[in-house]
């Protein structure tokens, strides 16, 4: 998130964070409108493939504040979480109350 005076060389370091941390991807959020060099930095980071979904996504994507508050989404893989497994239970049975310590 950046405050104010957001510019390409900010796009540029999240670049480089993406890529050193091997992450999918980044969203860059501002309050101001992005740059026209900031929206050309932002796709020269190409795309992140979605096996699952078969589909590309922009590696990294720039948002502003207003526009998330508008209801704007960043174009993202839509989210499964998943089952976990249940933990096994130790000690006492369902139910019983178990002493303090």
Known sequence: MKSGHANVGQVRDLKGVVER???AMGLFITLEPSTEPMRVEAVSAGFYHSD????DYPKIQILTVEELLGGKQPSLPPFSAGGFAKAPR????EGEQRELM
């Open 90 to 93: 130790i000690g006492k049975a």
């Open 21 to 23: 941390e091997k992450a």
């Open 52 to 55: 699952r979904w078969q589909k």
